[in-house]
């Protein structure tokens, strides 16, 4: 079974960055698309960013638009979630997830991702 462990997460200040693991194990990432999900307390689970590795498709929140990157390290099956110029609103628990049967992104992430990581928390403080 795929199991994906986030990690890289931590305390930092408003302005500061960060990069987010997303560690595969027991299949390869290759085909499958993956989501970063985010949740801060009392609000609802978003999407933050997500891809379809078949025909290249990629999402961002506007809420992190020009600021959060997602990208692959295929010889590593990792994902990563690089996040700059982070703000208070950033802070939340952060989920990666795949999902092999998403073959294309349009207008969102799709909430049907199959394989969930256990989340690691980012505070953005001062």
């Known amino acids: 079974q795929l199991h994906l462990v986030e990690s890289g997460g931590g305390l930092v200040q408003p302005g500061g960055s960060l990069r987010l693991s997303c560690a595969a194990s027991?299949?390869?990432?290759?085909?499958?698309?993956i989501g970063w999900f985010r949740q801060a307390p009392g609000k609802e689970r978003e999407a933050v960013s997500c891809?379809?590795?078949?025909?290249?498709?990629?999402y961002y929140a506007d809420s992190v638009k020009g600021r959060f990157t997602i990208s692959r390290d295929h010889a590593k099956n990792t994902v990563y979630l690089q996040m700059n110029s982070l703000k208070p609103g950033d802070t939340a628990v952060y989920y990666c997830?795949?999902?092999?049967?998403?073959?294309?992104?349009?207008?969102?992430?799709?909430?049907?991702?199959?394989?969930w990581g256990q989340g690691t928390q980012v505070t953005v403080s001062s």
């Open positions: 997830a795949a999902d092999i049967t998403i073959t294309t992104i349009q207008t969102s992430c799709p909430d049907l991702y199959d394989y």
């Open positions: 891809d379809s590795s078949t025909d290249g498709s990629t």
């Open positions: 027991g299949f390869t990432l290759d085909y499958y698309a």
